[in-house]
C-alpha cells in the first residue's frame, strides 16, 4: 500500500481539478470493480460485490482532492497572483516550490524581501494579497505563453520514508485514504461495499453530498487524516494526536457527531485485534461525514483518521504503522457489519 501512495502523493488533484488521481485510481479499480461510474460532481463510485448481498448497505468514503493554489491574475512583471484553494496555513508557503497548471510550469511562492518589510509586517502573517508566484517570466506576455487565469497549482513536494517508520509526502490528506480503499477493493469481500471516492472535500465537502445522495448507504466509514500537533512547542493538554499511537477513531468534529454504536464497533475491534488506537482531544475540522451524515433521511456514520503532522501545508508528516493500522481495521470494521447483516441486525 505505501508504493501505491507515493503515487498517489505525486499526482495532481486540487479541488476542483482532481482528474489525474481519479484517472488512476480508476484505471487501478476496474479489474476489481463490478461496476464504476463518475457523476456530474466528478464522484468516482465504485461497486465491490462481496460474499453476502447487501446492495446500499454500506459505503467508505475518501476524497481525491488535496489544496492548492489558482491563478487568478498576472502583473505586467509576470508574477502570478492567486488564492488558496481550502484552508492553506500562509505562514508555511513563503519559498515554497509549486507546479502551475497541466504542464506543470515550476514556479516559487514569493514576498517581499525581508530587508524591506517594516516592523508591522515582520511581526505579522503575510496576507495571501501580498504573496505570488514566480515562474521565472521576463514580463506579463512571456508568462500568458505558459500560464492562464484560472489555472491551479500545487505543492512540489517529494514523497521519502524517514526517521522512525515516518512517511512525508504532499496530499497524504486524503490520498491514504484512497490508498487503503484501492487495498480493500483489491481484496476478496464478505459483502457489497461502495467506494467514494469524492472531490472538492477542501472546500465544503461539496462531492460528499452528491456522492451519498445517490448510493443512499445506511451505514458509511470515512477514511481520512486529522491533525497531529505533537509538537515541541505544544503543552500536553493541547496535544491532539499523535502519530504511531494509533488510528484516530473519531467521536465528533467541527461538522459531525459520529454514530455512537460505530464508533463503540470500531473501538471494540480494535482492542480484540490488538490494534492501537486513539482519540483527537482537540474537537475541531470536518470531514465527508457532515455531508454524507445529512444526505436524504439520515446514515450511520463512523470514521477513521492517521494522526498527521503539518495538514494543508506543503508536505505532511504521518507513521506508515498507523495507516497500515488503517487498513486492518478498516477491512475488520466491514467484516463486522457483513457479520450483523447475516444476523439480521
Known sequence: MLNELKTLCTLPGPSGWEDAVRDYIATQAAPHAHSMRVDAMGNLIVEKKGTLSAPGKLMLCAHVDEVGLIIRSITEDGYLKFAFLGGVDRRVVIGKRVLVGEKAIPGVIGIKAYHLV?????TSVPKAESLYIDIGAKDKESAE?????????????????????????????????????????????PMDVTFAFTV???????????????????????????????????????????????????????????????????????????????????????????????????????????????LHAPAGVGSIRDFDHILRLSRLFIDA?????????
Not at 337 to 345: D, M, T
Open 118 to 122: 517594516s516592523r508591522e509586517e515582520e
Open 337 to 345: 457489519i457483513a457479520q450483523s447483516v447475516k444476523e439480521g441486525k
Open 200 to 310: 472538492q472535500e477542501e472546500i465544503g465537502t461539496r462531492g460528499a453530498f452528491g456522492a451519498a445522495f445517490s448510493v443512499t448507504p445506511e451505514i458509511a466509514l470515512v477514511l481520512e487524516t486529522t491533525t497531529a500537533a505533537d509538537l515541541p512547542s505544544s503543552a500536553e493538554h493541547q496535544r491532539v494526536c499523535i502519530p504511531g499511537d494509533g488510528p484516530v477513531i473519531s467521536y465528533m468534529d467541527g461538522g459531525t457527531i459520529y454514530d455512537r454504536g460505530l464508533f463503540e464497533l470500531l473501538r471494540d475491534t480494535a482492542e480484540r485485534n490488538e490494534i492501537p488506537w486513539q482519540m483527537k482531544h482537540y474537537i475541531a475540522g470536518g470531514t465527508d461525514a457532515r455531508a454524507v451524515q445529512r444526505t436524504k433521511t439520515g446514515v450511520r456514520v463512523a470514521g477513521l483518521a492517521a494522526a498527521v503532522r503539518y
Open 145 to 189: 505563453k505558459l500560464v492562464d487565469l484560472g489555472d491551479y497549482a500545487v505543492f512540489d513536494s517529494d514523497c521519502i520514508e524517514f526517521g522512525d517508520g515516518m512517511f512525508k509526502g504532499r496530499a497524504i490528506d486524503d490520498r491514504l485514504g484512497c490508498a487503503v480503499m484501492l487495498a480493500l477493493l483489491r481484496q476478496e469481500l
